[in-house]
Structure formats: structure tokens, C-alpha cells
């Protein structure tokens, strides 16, 4: 198993459209993905055509009982999240061992273990996000185009290392990838060269209306054709070439 988390403390840098892609992608191809909506806002959870009106996954929380898990095709599972999950930010934080509470409910899941879980993280470094960290084999981050990224990245680059020498000594940051970019844009190129300096970027995603549309009425699944599914693709290919969770069930 090899558990990915799709992260930036920004907001809108496609982290959710990113999981959803990843997880559409992946699954299309053969491979087991389970995708987790850790995010209070649920978004990804709409853009499935779900919901989780009883607050299971902030129950399973506060309970460390296994994830609440709804099949979407033969290949893909998610765990949808409600606003029920806000309460967890704050509720959770007097807790012990608070930031390792997603991993255990993970653990009792009965995820395959040759599956790739992706997990939506929100837009804060919050306990919630922290969950997400600690439960996380590798980060990939998601970067738009604009105004301080890398400030933006650093923050969570030292995060990421302080999860490490505390809690969760494997984590990584697995690399980055551009998205919503316009091509022509002479900042999607500049934003590019400078993460390049210091990450790997495992790809450019163009913005595309048939992706926008499908995320927002709730039809991911329905997805089929388009510039930013091409992209993705690209991107899940290599992914599938570094044979992370492969190479985990096999050891
Ligand atoms: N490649 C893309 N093309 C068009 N719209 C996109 C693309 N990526 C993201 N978006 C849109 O940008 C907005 C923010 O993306 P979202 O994935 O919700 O970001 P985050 O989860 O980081 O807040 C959403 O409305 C989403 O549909
Ligand atoms: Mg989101």
C-alpha cells in the first residue's frame, strides 16, 4: 500500500481536482485506489455525486473505528467527508496522539494492501491536515501558477521535516505538479523554473472547462476526454513507473 497525500495549505491550487483525477485515472488503468476526502468542505465528495450526511468519517474519528468506505466503480472506493468534519480540527486537538488518529482508522480499513490511497488534504496545517501528513507515505503538492508559492511550499516543506523527526520518519515529499496553468502565460513557465530549482515537477496540467464542469456537477466519474485528463494521465503514468505501492506490497 502506498498512502499519497495531495497537499498545499493554500486553497485553490487543485488539490481536490487533483485527487479526484488521480484517483479516476489510477483506477482506470487496474490498478486498486481508495480516496479519501479529508476536507470539511467536501468538495471532492460532490464532485463523486456524494455525500456523508450522518458525518461518518468524523464519527470514525472520534471513535478510531475503521473509515466509512463507498464503492464508486470496481476498482475505486471513498471515504466522503461532511462540514461535521470541522468540529474535528478543534475537538480532536486536546486528544493524545491526536495527529495519528486518520492512520489508525486507515489501518482498520481493510484497504488491499497492493492499493494506492490518495488522500484530499484541506487547506490548512491544521490537526486535520496533520492526520493527513502522519498517515502519508508521500507528498505531492499542488502548485498554481501565481503569487507566493514558494513561500507557500517552504511552509510546508518545514512541516513536512518536523512530521519527520517526530512522527512519521518515511514521509517525503514525493514532488510537484503545475495545474490549472494557461500555456501561454509567461508565470506558468517562470513558477516552473523556479520549482524545478528545488523540487521535482511531475507535470503541467492545462485548465480545461470539461474538468471544471465535471468536478462541480458532481460527475468526475462521467469524465472522459479532455486537455486536463490528458494531463493527468501523464502525471499518473509516472507514478505508476515509480511503482510506489508495488514495490511496498512486494517488500
Ligand atoms: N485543470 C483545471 N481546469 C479547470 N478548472 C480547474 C482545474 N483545476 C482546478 N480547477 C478548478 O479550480 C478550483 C479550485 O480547485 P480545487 O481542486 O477545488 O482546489 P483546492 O482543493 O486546492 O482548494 C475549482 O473550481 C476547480 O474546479
Ligand atoms: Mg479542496
Known sequence: M???????????????????????????SGAPVHVIDMDPQSNLTSAFGRRDDE???YRAM????????????????LTPSSVDLARGESQLLSEPGRESILKACLAKSGVSKDAIVIIDCPPSLGVLALNCLTAADSVLVTVQPGGFELR???RLQRTV???????????????????????????????????????????LVRTDARLLY???????????????????????????????????SAA
Request: glycine share 8%.
Open 2 to 28: 502506498h498512502v499519497l497525500a495531495i497537499g498545499n495549505q493554500k486553497g485553490g491550487t487543485s488539490k481536490t481536482t487533483t485527487a479526484g483525477v488521480l484517483a479516476v485515472v489510477l483506477s482506470r
Open 55 to 57: 458525518g461518518l468519517l
Open 62 to 77: 472520534t471513535e478510531r473505528a475503521a473509515l466509512p468506505m463507498v464503492r464508486l466503480t470496481e476498482n475505486l472506493t
Open 152 to 154: 507557500a511550499l517552504a
Open 161 to 203: 521535516e518536523l512530521l519527520r523527526e517526530q512522527v512519521n520518519p518515511g514521509l517525503e515529499i514525493l514532488g510537484t505538479i503545475l495545474t490549472n496553468c494557461v500555456v501561454r502565460r509567461a508565470i506558468t513557465h517562470q513558477v516552473r523554473r523556479e520549482l524545478e530549482r528545488r523540487y521535482r515537477v511531475l507535470g
Open 214 to 248: 465535471a468536478t462541480t456537477e458532481g460527475r468526475l466519474l462521467d469524465l472522459r476526454e479532455g486537455n486536463a485528463l490528458e494531463d493527468y494521465a501523464q502525471v499518473a503514468g509516472q507514478l505508476e513507473e515509480m511503482s510506489l505501492w508495488r514495490a511496498r
